[in-house]
């Protein structure tokens, strides 16, 4: 395709799927339209999992959500008779890049050993131009001291060498004489480790910056500066930018930032290089801001108040029986409010997605109250290790005990890391009690969901469902949980749900809500969605919550076979244990419930998956991934037309799994879909308006 223009911009605007998706992304459709125009035969647009590993400690070597599942959103949302071809691939194992590579050339007759030439002669080519970057740069760097001029470290991403998109950037800052490099142009910067960044280190681009501002504070020029392009609604910024700043002031240099989106001129960029070139030109002495972290978690802190977010109804609670028994004092937050929400906000990025605002924001609104000692009191927070920001909740969170003055509070996540950290259990065990008590919550849910809106007697559901969780939090204190007591407790169960009197009148409508796994699940978070539409006579249907769980499984299980990644024996193994554990107590929880009076059996995923007619590629596994348009559509064929999927505001994975696969969703299903956003400043009235129109339409 031709140099990126405002032109070719504007012509591929009317196919972006999400307002907010950052600049690059919206720059791509215009470029497709560009090749479609020039009438070619088909269009290449690999999606590229993971890069080569950025940083020798590095502990992942992903791309953005949106770089990896950008092509398949392209061909989804512009309609072309040229085909746009994208396949999965990862730079970080070789040997999947050559067989799907081959996969794909094969039917225009290239041979293996064809691709396998391609392939290393490529490259070669690509190191060798590295090299002669970094060669390029180490000229700079010496003329820069020679002629005692600020020498600018130009921080961004590959797409940030655009013209366009850096809006000339570079040029300006040498008319104003100053010399300037790129972050990849650093010499040596393979060579350094990523020891104490804050973030979790595992996308690859984004180690580089890591690096590079590690690179200028060991450097004793003192007119070396750092100025980082970033994009609006580019989510992983939102924990980037901040880590860059506070390394580059670490050691006593200069950083400034600048957002570039479509509407961006020279005009205050200019500005700012200015007085930053001025500054640097006085010799002007900059405070060292000195690194402060958190405590780290020991055994001596085991005994220690942990304290835990509110996640859902029934699981938050169940959790507290389980560490119970595996010997921690869990003490869940359940009154969530909106002053947990500002405490958010005054320690996370604003950019950052909701649900990291609102559950920091709820640990640091307890630890305020001064019911809590900080000195004697742990905080715990989920984690994912996927490709989503999710993942770096629990660094967020001690960037946030910091800036609020709370460093001697140690953290812990709760994820397959925590071993790591000194929070040791019994993950045997932890694994029984928790899936026995989660299928089981997930039964009473389900009975919970075809119960009230055919209830007789006003809130008689409600009151059945909250004598449940007593008792089963009360038992499950008493005694750990056991098979036996999870048939005991779901024929009890059962058969109190058969006991409610209901309406033989069918509903208005099934209103099925698929999203984020904790704005659907957090009532505070999505405005008590659930009861608002079943107050109204709406049944809702939902998928369990276990079932995310089982997500994982079935992605590492395929990113293996499509040698996406390298095997590794010992995930998929657990996660092979994790995944037949669930089935073994889901099948007991099901046995029972087939003698419930409104008994559906829900599909799983080893099901729907055999449908072979899953709207996306199981190689998008960021978020809810492939996972989300699947349960729509499973939704669609049991009748359930109207679906609601929920999103924190700007989030990265949503743009790919939920927005960039509306137009489909819609016209295949001939669905009525809703994409509702959350954040700190969602209008509640706005939110009841979209809901009204959406449940007024047939």
Not at 7 to 35: E, Q, S
Not at 406 to 432: E, M, Y
Request: aromatic share 12%.
């Amino acid at each position: 395709s031709d140099n990126t223009t405002k032109k070719m911009y504007y012509k591929g605007l009317r196919t972006v799927a999400a307002d907010n998706l950052c600049l690059p992304a919206k720059v791509a459709n215009g470029h497709i339209f560009d090749l479609i125009n020039k009438k070619v035969d088909r269009i290449f647009y690999p999606s590229i999992v993971f890069e080569e590993k950025v940083g020798e400690d590095a502990k992942n070597t992903y791309n953005c959500p949106i770089v990896t599942g950008y092509g398949e959103i392209l061909k989804r949302n512009i309609k072309s008779d040229i085909p746009i071809d994208s396949f999965a691939m990862s730079f970080n194992y070789m040997p999947g890049v050559k067989h799907n590579a081959y996969e794909y050339l094969k039917e225009y007759g290239i041979t293996k050993s064809q691709v396998g030439g391609a392939i290393k002669f490529g490259m070669e080519v690509e190191y060798k131009s590295i090299e002669l970057r970094k060669n390029l740069a180490k000229d700079i760097i010496k003329k820069a001291k020679a002629e005692d001029k600020p020498l600018i470290i130009l921080l961004g991403r590959p797409y940030h060498l655009d013209p366009m998109i850096n809006t000339g950037i570079m040029d300006l800052i040498y008319d104003l004489g100053a010399y300037a490099i790129s972050e990849d142009s650093i010499p040596d910067i393979d060579k350094m480790n990523l020891e104490g960044v804050l973030p979790l280190t595992q996308w690859s681009y984004h180690n580089r910056l890591y690096l590079a501002a590690k690179w200028i504070i060991n450097q004793d020029y003192n007119k070396v500066a750092a100025l980082q392009l970033n994009s609006f609604g580019c989510g992983p910024d939102a924990v980037v930018v901040d880590e860059v700043k506070t390394i580059v002031e670490s050691g006593g240099k200069v950083y400034i930032s600048i957002k570039i989106d479509e509407m961006s001129n020279l005009g205050a960029a200019k500005i700012r290089i200015r007085s930053l070139l001025e500054a640097l030109n006085q010799n002007k002495s900059f405070n060292i801001k000195p690194r402060i972290y958190t405590k780290e978690f020991t055994k001596s802190d085991k005994k220690k108040t942990i304290l835990v977010p509110y996640f859902a109804k029934m699981y938050s609670e169940l959790l507290e029986p389980v560490f119970y028994h595996l010997g921690y004092n869990f003490v869940t937050l359940y009154h969530q409010s909106n002053e947990a929400v500002d405490e958010g906000l005054k320690y996370v990025n604003n950019d950052m997605c909701y649900p990291a605002i609102v559950v920091i924001g709820d640990l640091i609104k307890a630890l305020k109250s001064g019911k809590y000692n900080p000195d004697e009191t742990v905080v715990a927070l989920s984690q994912t290790n996927g490709q989503c920001r999710a993942s770096n909740y629990v660094p967020l969170l001690k960037k946030a005990l910091i800036d609020a003055g709370f460093f001697n509070t140690p953290v812990i996540s709760l994820s397959s890391d925590s071993f790591k950290q000194g929070f040791t259990f019994n993950p045997a065990k932890f694994l029984k009690y928790t899936v026995i008590l989660f299928t089981i919550a997930d039964g009473i849910i389900c009975m919970k969901l075809k119960t009230k809106p055919f209830e007789i007697n006003k809130g008689e559901t409600i009151t059945l469902v909250n004598k449940l969780l007593e008792q089963l939090y009360s038992d499950a204190y008493y005694k750990p949980p056991t098979k036996k007591y999870l048939q005991k407790f779901m024929k009890y169960a059962v058969a109190e749900f058969n006991k409610i009197p209901v309406k033989n009148k069918p509903v208005k409508k099934k209103i099925g809500i698929v999203g984020e796994i904790y704005l659907k699940s957090n009532c505070f978070s999505n405005n008590y969605l659930v009861e608002w539409l079943e107050e109204r006579g709406y049944e809702v249907v939902l998928p369990s919550y276990t079932k995310y769980f089982e997500y994982g499984f079935y992605s590492r299980v395929y990113s293996a076979k499509e040698r996406i990644t390298e095997p590794d024996k010992t995930k998929l193994t657990t996660g092979a244990i994790n995944h037949l554990t669930i089935e073994h107590y889901r099948k007991l929880v099901e046995k029972e419930l087939k003698n419930f009076n409104r008994y559906k059996k829900e599909v799983l995923i080893s099901e729907a998956l055999q449908h072979k007619n899953e709207p996306l590629p199981q190689y998008l596994q960021f978020g809810e991934g492939w996972l989300l348009p699947l349960e729509i559509s499973e939704m669609v064929k049991d009748g359930v037309r109207d679906v609601i999927s929920l999103q924190p505001f700007g989030c990265i994975s949503n743009h790919i799994v939920a927005k960039g696969t509306y137009r489909q969703l819609k016209n295949k299903y001939n669905t009525n879909l809703l994409l509702l956003d959350y954040d700190s400043g969602t209008s509640e009235v706005n939110t009841t308006n979209r809901l009204e129109l959406f449940l007024s339409n047939n």
